[in-house]
């Protein structure tokens, strides 16, 4: 079983993919929030997520942080509708390789996901690169 654990948080103003992928303004704040997926001691994935600032006040202050868009939708009061994902695959980028040690530009799984409260605003970005030089049935829990 996948074992996932969140290594950064930060916050900032958002990007210009951030905008776009959240439906942000100029100037509106984010988290972003890393996390790394574990089997056993093996590093297996990836995780850079960004949430509207707005939705989570004194997100980057909590301790522990709630795993997951799920535990922090309801920590949060934020009911969770549809999410769009789309998966491809990439070039490992040079942080992503040396955690899942791996060459620099090695083939990963990219999943790119957008997750929606129940009235369709975005209230999750991530970018998830998984492992795909050893064969492994990756759970993770939602």
């Given at each position: 079983?996948?074992?996932?654990?969140?290594?950064?948080?930060?916050?900032?103003?958002?990007?210009?993919?951030?905008?776009?992928?959240?439906?942000?303004?100029?100037g509106d704040?984010?988290?972003?929030?890393?996390?790394?997926?574990?089997?056993?001691?093996?590093?297996?994935?990836?995780?850079?997520?960004?949430?509207?600032a707005i939705?989570?006040?004194?997100?980057?202050?909590?301790?522990?942080?709630?795993?997951?868009?799920?535990?922090?939708?309801?920590?949060?009061?934020?009911?969770?509708?549809?999410?769009?994902?789309?998966?491809?695959?990439?070039?490992?980028?040079?942080?992503?390789?040396?955690?899942?040690?791996?060459?620099?530009?090695?083939?990963?799984?990219?999943?790119?996901?957008?997750?929606?409260?129940?009235?369709?605003?975005?209230?999750?970005?991530?970018?998830?690169?998984?492992?795909?030089?050893?064969?492994?049935?990756?759970?993770?829990?939602?």
């Open positions: 079983m996948l074992e996932v654990k969140t290594t950064q948080i930060t916050d900032g103003v958002a990007s210009e993919t951030e905008r776009e992928r959240l439906r942000l303004e100029s704040a984010v988290y972003r929030i890393r996390r790394i997926g574990f089997i056993g001691a093996r590093a297996m994935m990836v995780e850079h997520a960004s949430l509207p939705l989570f006040p004194g997100l980057a202050s909590m301790n522990p942080l709630p795993e997951g868009v799920v535990q922090l939708a309801l920590r949060f009061g934020i009911p969770l509708g549809n999410a769009q994902e789309r998966i491809s695959v990439a070039p490992a980028p040079v942080e992503v390789a040396m955690i899942l040690q791996v060459a620099a530009g090695a083939p990963t799984a990219v999943l790119d996901r957008v997750v929606l409260s129940s009235d369709g605003r975005p209230v999750e970005w991530r970018l998830t690169w998984r492992d795909l030089g050893q064969r492994s049935d990756l759970v993770q829990p939602t």
